[in-house]
């Protein structure tokens, strides 16, 4: 069974450029981790815990991890999960409001990553049969 945590700390901080991230607490980024995780397990609906399939975390869903760990921790000080900042412009009667969405986990490419690891859906099928007493 592939041991959690798949990432460290240690690895976001070394993945991220933002300085928010690297200087974030270990407790805060081990939370944005497991946090991390559990979208992956998720999204592939598998814990990857087949030990003949998976002795070890591949390392797509490891980079997968550290790229969405260090999404939630650089905005954690931001306006929620993954919505960035926001920009107003307004000329006279118009105005528009966009956002900076380059933490946002739908820009990450994470079904280049994961798409390979994603269990087929259970169907929920049930089949019964009735007889005469």
């Given at each position: 069974m592939a041991k959690r945590p798949w990432a460290t700390p240690k690895e976001v901080r070394a993945y991220s450029e933002r300085q928010s991230v690297k200087d974030r607490e270990d407790f805060k980024l081990r939370i944005d981790i497991s946090?991390?995780?559990?979208?992956?397990?998720?999204?592939?609906?598998s814990r990857f815990d087949d030990d003949a399939k998976y002795p070890k975390i591949p390392n797509p869903v490891k980079t997968a991890v550290?790229?969405?760990?260090?999404?939630?921790?650089?905005d954690a000080a931001g306006l929620g999960a993954?919505?960035?900042?926001?920009?107003?412009?307004?000329?006279d009667d118009y105005s528009?409001?966009?956002?900076?969405?380059?933490?946002?986990l739908g820009?990450?490419?994470l079904g280049a990553?994961?798409?390979?690891?994603?269990e087929p859906e259970a169907k929920n099928t049930v089949t019964m049969r009735m007889r005469k007493l």
């Open positions: 946090r991390a995780e559990m979208y992956v397990i998720e999204y592939t609906r550290i790229l969405i760990a260090e999404s939630y921790a650089a993954g919505m960035g900042t926001f920009k107003s412009e307004s000329f528009y409001t966009t956002a900076d969405t380059a933490y946002k820009n990450l490419g990553l994961l798409d390979e690891f994603v």
